[in-house]
Structure formats: C-alpha cells, structure tokens
C-alpha cells in the first residue's frame, strides 16, 4: 500500500530525490502535443517554422488567440468578421438550431438563413468566452510557494492568492491561474464572456451532416459541419445578456478567411479548447476503461438510439424533440466503441505494460524500483476491486441519468418539490421554468418506452445486491413484468408529463413523497450512495498512487513537456497529408462534391445519406462559381494534428494565420488518441472552407454573409 510504504516523512523525501535522479521518462515526440499558447515561443516555434510557418508566434499568442474562444465551454468557435460574426461546427450549434425549430420552421430539415441581422434569432443557453490575457507567471507564484508545503490545500491557496490579484486588476472578467508540471509551471488566463449570441446562418441537416452516424468518426468524410452566428454587447461595448438595444460586438482581432486552397504537405495548426486527455494513463486504467467503463455506456446507450431513432423516423415533431439528445448521445456511444475496438487491435494495454516495465527497469535503485512496482500494484488490486461496483454505477449514470428522463428530472429538481411548495415564491417560478424546459423536447411515450428497455438490461446484467430496491417489488408484486411495472408507474406519476405536474404543484393534497416515480428515484439514489461509498475509499488509494506515479515519470528538465489537455486554449500543427493504412493501402487527404454524389447514390434507402435535390442540380450544372478546382468542388480534407473533444469547431489555419477549415471530427483509427497518440494513424478531419463559402452564396444566397467574411 502506498500509505505504508511512505509512512516516515523522512524516508519519503529520500525516495522521491531519488526518484527524480534516477529515473528518465518517455520523451514526447515533437510532432505530437496540445501546446500551451504561453509556451510557443520557447519550445515550438522552430519546428512550426521549418514546417512552414511564415508569422511571428508572439502574433500567434497576443493576436489570433483572442479571435479564437471557447463556445459553451464544450466546444471552439472564431470571429471571422469585424461585425461579431462566429463560426463553429453545425454540430456544436445543433443544440441552438433545434431550440429554435419548429414543426413550423423546422431549421434542422430546411437550414436557416438569416437575410439581414433582423432575422438572426437571439438564443438561450448560449455562452462564449474571449481571452484577453494569457500569461506565464510561472517566476511569480513559485517565488511564493518557496517553502511551501506541498500539500494541494496549501499550495491551491497560494496560486489562489496571486489569481485574487490579478482579479482586482481585470474587474468583470474570469482570471484563473492554471498549474501544471507539479505546481512548477503556472499560466494566467483572463478571459470575457458573451451572452447575446445569435443564430445566423445554418445548413440543412442532411447537407451539414451528410453520411450520419453511418460515417460519423469516419474518413473518408463529405459533411458540410458549420454554422453561423452572431455577439452582441451592449452599444458601449459591454458583455450583457440578450437585450433588444444591443449591437453587434465589434472584436479586436478577427480571422482572416482564405479561399486560396492548400496542398498537400502544406503547413497547418489548429487552436482550439480540447477537453482532457490522459496520456499518461497506465495499462491498468486502460483496461478499465476497456472492460468496466465502456460497456455500460455502449450497450445502454445503443439501446435507446434504437427506440429514439424508430420514433424520429416517423414522426418528424419527435425528431425536432429528440435531435440533439440523440446526436449527442451517438456521438459518444461509437468513439467508445471505437475505443475499446483499438484498443485491442492496437494492443494499447500491452504496450503501456512494456513501457512499464521498461519505466521500472531503467531505475537503478531497487527501493525506486519497488516503490513504483508497489504504485502499479496498487493501482491494479484497487481497479480489480472496485471493477463490478464501476460497472454498476456505470449503469446507473447511463440507465437513471441520461436514459430515463423522467426519473433523471426528479433526481435534479423533483427532489426540491418539498421546499418549493414551502416557500412558494422566487423558488415556485424557478422550479416551473425548469420543467418547462424539461418537457418542451420530451415525450411520454418515448421515455416509457425507453424505461422498459433500459430497466430489462439493468435487471440482466448486475447482480441483484447492486440493484435498487424497487427491483425486489417488481419481482414480487409485478412477477417479473417490468413492462407492467413501468406502464404503472407512467399512468399513476405526475411526473410522467408537464401538465399533470404543474397541475399537482397547485393542489394543496397533494405529497409528492407518495408519488411512485418519485419512491423509484429515492430508492435508486439510496443503492446508488451505497455503491459510491463501497469504492470511493479505494479509489481514493488508487488516485494518489496514480498522482506519486506519474510525478516520478515527469522529467522536470523536458523541454517538450505539454500537460494534458484541460479545457484551455491550445495549439496544435502538423501538415495536410494522407492517411496510410497497415494493410499497404492510403485514403487520400482530401474528398470532394463528386464523391458526395456517389456516396448518396450508393446508399439509396438510407437516410444518413439522404441529400436534397437543390445540391444535386450544382453538381449536374457544375455551378460551383469561384469555388470550384478542376471540375469539382472540394469538401473536407485532414491534417497530421493533435486534438480531442472540445476542438470541434477549431479554425485551422494556414502558414499565415489564414483560415482554410474547420476541424469537426477525428478518424476512426484515432480513437485511443485521448490516451495513446499515433502520428502514423491519427489524423484531424476538417470542413474546407471553400465548400461552406460554396453552401452561403450558391444555396442560401446570403451574399451580405460573403461580403462581411471575405471584404468584398
């Protein structure tokens, strides 16, 4: 164990002196990385320049990076006009499309295209975020924490202090200081937030996602993944929330959009906001992840896309409803199971176990070497032993938070009825403005039928001490009947739609602790503590073995250190190129419109390639305009970068700072990237922009948008 291992405080200083003198890590290769923006200058910038690039990198840092800003905190998007206009993927904004669709103005079928800024529609739920300021002040806060201890708590509440500092200093804005390398590298970000964003511009959905979820993680690709959308502020320039006087928000710096084309071999690099990777993690969180993590997710979640996706096929108001959710929960179910299918052909978990044991046999000391062959072990006895409880509450998080949405809401409001109902004031009116954006894209019928597949899986695949206690009742009451069961509970809660619960909410009878739904969410939540105190104690020892094991591997005089990635803004560069396969066969780096047409006319019946005939007559009249190359119209291509989830809707920009595309996807043979990144197999997909410039004045005829992106 890692606590009696390091009991002496005396003894545990000597260790990790010796740790870190005796023992190298894996050197990162340079063409791999999510570089922090603060250190371009001193790490990178002379492998970007004999790539290609042809712009000083301190214009990179202290110009672009504040054109670039985080959407939602789950995605990138960039101004590229003097005029507050942002481009990001369809897919970031799918979320924002739908709540503005209808079955009267179904944006998701039809696109929408705002002709003038009057018609652009102002959004809720929408958040944008611009740094203003992003600083190494490593010197600064280690002059501080000079005879600190080292525990968190304490040095947290030292970088906390120089952050407070820099908050005083940049009123009104986010200032955090992020610490990386074990507290020695420190970077300050003071970043703004937007929150009257609009919907400008959008494609159908059938043009923005063409190939579906049949093509989704895949290359080759042919989707047209963006939208448009529009900052407002105040007319003095202030940040505020949706108003009717606001303008467009003028940025200080916006991108400069390229419709010269590239080639291949050419320079590239994206910015964006990734969210977390973990490069470093062990062969046994891999197999975790592999066998405990991934399963549940998989098989839940593929089960409800089914009946989600029988019930939007035929009924398009269903699809509006459910459009987003389905999306998103697709999204992540394949790059799971693309997960766990590379990490077996690649055999990841085996090769993380070799640079394990070629880590343990490069220390030349032998209390260094069972000290961290003591971490390993730790770690794996902890995961082998927590692994069916992981499993469950896998199940839990995927069958009762995301799957069934009526017991989802009680978990996350329901369970404040009580107090509302007290308190009847500003409490009631939040609480109905919750289940009114609960229920707007919900469906009885649809969460019925989802909860009796859901719970059948649930009931087949964990062990009966792990289930909650209503199952017992379904067995005895309801002899097993579990669709029974859930029709009862549907027909009897007041939960099961908006009307029935407001209606309750107004009736001085009624307890809501007598509702049946409610008693299954309490009785899930009871089994649910349970199993998370049963693991939380070894997990506990797993983490802090994981945290000594790690800092021993890092190598404090590496120059090309770059921390996981974390939600902050990054860099990543490489070039446009191909993408070679183990099999002596090579995917070209770049698609186009004909293979658009070929691809919709090779599915005919599936509607993952459905395509509108207003597309089709473009091609057959090659009215590409300006856009077009040798007869055809360019659509996606790929580079050799380094991103992961958050980065979608990254510009990728040219050797000059130009934008060229938009990074919306990675390919299928990049799956284990988060943990294990393979310059030969993992490639960036990314929207040409000539084909998005193409969509906006050839299809939508927004000629104003044209003029407002490319200075005409």
Not at 83 to 102: F, K
Not at 601 to 621: I, T, V, Y
Request: proline share 3%; glycine share 6%; aromatic share 12%.
């Amino acid at each position: 164990m890692i606590t009696g291992l390091f009991s002496k405080c005396s003894r545990m200083k000597k260790i990790i002196i010796l740790l870190l003198l005796v023992c190298p890590v894996l050197m990162l290769r340079a063409d791999e990385g999510m570089w922090l923006l603060s250190r371009l200058k001193q790490h990178n910038e002379a492998q970007m320049k004999k790539l290609g690039l042809k712009i000083p990198v301190e214009y990179i840092v202290d110009s672009l990076s504040q054109a670039i800003i985080s959407y939602n905190g789950s995605g990138t998007a960039s101004f590229i006009s003097k005029d507050g206009l942002l481009l990001t993927n369809y897919h970031c904004a799918y979320a924002a499309i739908q709540q503005s669709s209808s079955d009267e103005h179904n944006y998701i079928r039809d696109g929408f295209w705002a002709m003038n800024q009057g018609e652009e529609i102002p959004l809720k739920g929408v958040d944008i975020s611009i740094n203003r300021v992003i600083k190494d002040v490593s010197e600064e806060v280690n002059a501080k924490l000079v005879g600190v201890k080292p525990e968190y708590s304490t040095r947290f509440g030292v970088v906390n202090g120089i952050a407070e500092k820099y908050r005083k200093q940049y009123p009104g804005m986010k200032v955090t200081v992020k610490s990386y390398r074990d507290y020695t590298l420190h970077v300050l970000y003071v970043t703004q937030s937007f929150q009257d964003v609009r919907l400008v511009g959008a494609p159908p959905f059938a043009i923005a996602k063409f190939g579906g979820e049949t093509d989704n993680w895949t290359w080759p690709r042919h989707g047209c993944d963006f939208a448009f959308l529009r900052v407002y502020a105040s007319k003095d320039g202030k940040s505020t929330g949706y108003h009717a006087d606001n303008v467009p928000y003028h940025p200080e710096v916006y991108l400069k959009v390229s419709a010269e084309g590239y080639e291949k071999g050419d320079y590239a690099m994206s910015i964006g906001y990734p969210g977390f990777t973990e490069r470093n993690a062990t062969s046994m969180l891999i197999w975790e992840r592999q066998n405990v993590l991934n399963p549940p997710l998989i098989k839940v979640r593929t089960a409800r896309q089914e009946i989600l996706q029988k019930f939007m096929r035929e009924d398009e108001s269903l699809r509006i409803k459910y459009a987003e959710k389905f999306a998103s929960s697709a999204n992540y179910c394949k790059n799971s199971i693309g997960v766990n299918q590379w990490i077996e052909d690649l055999d990841v978990c085996k090769k993380k176990a070799e640079q394990e044991r070629e880590f343990l046999n490069s220390c030349e000391n032998d209390s260094v070497r069972q000290a961290y062959a003591g971490m390993l072990q730790t770690m794996e006895k902890g995961i082998k032993e927590t692994a069916r409880y992981r499993l469950a509450q896998g199940y839990y998080v995927e069958v009762f938070g995301e799957g069934c949405e009526m017991i989802s809401f009680i978990s996350g409001f329901g369970r404040s009825i009580p107090y509302v109902r007290k308190e009847r004031g500003e409490s009631m009116k939040n609480f109905v403005v919750n289940t009114k954006m609960q229920y707007k894209d919900y469906s009885e019928k649809v969460d019925r039928a989802v909860t009796k597949a859901l719970l059948k899986i649930m009931q087949n695949d964990l062990e009966a001490d792990l289930l909650p206690e209503f199952f017992t009742t379904l067995k005895t009451e309801y002899k097993g009947d579990i669709d029974r069961f859930v029709d009862n509970m549907y027909d009897q809660s007041v939960f099961a739609n908006e009307e029935r619960l407001l209606a309750a909410l107004n009736d001085p009878k009624w307890n809501v602790e007598n509702d049946i739904a409610y008693q299954v969410e309490a009785q899930m939540e009871k089994k649910r503590k349970e199993i998370f105190a049963l693991v939380s104690k070894k997990l506990d020892v797993v983490r802090k073995a994981q945290y000594q094991y790690n800092k021993g591997r890092l190598n404090f005089h590496q120059e090309d250190y770059y921390p996981d990635a974390d939600k902050t803004i990054r860099l990543s560069y490489g070039t446009i190129c191909d993408l070679p396969l183990g099999n002596g066969t090579v995917k070209p780096y770049q698609t186009r419109l004909s293979g658009v047409i070929a691809k919709a006319d090779a599915n005919m019946g599936n509607p993952d390639f459905d395509l509108p005939e207003k597309l089709r007559k473009f091609w057959e009249s090659k009215d590409f305009g300006r856009y077009g190359e040798n007869g055809d119209l360019p659509t996606d291509f790929i580079m050799n970068g380094d991103v992961t989830g958050g980065n979608s809707g990254s510009p990728l920009l040219n050797a000059k700072g130009e934008l060229i595309g938009l990074v919306f996807d990675c390919n299928w043979e990049s799956m284990t990237r988060d943990f294990n990144f393979d310059q030969n197999l993992h490639r960036v997909i990314c929207l040409d922009v000539r084909y998005l410039l193409f969509i906006t004045e050839k299809y939508a005829h927004m000629n104003y948008i044209i003029t407002e992106i490319l200075g005409e």
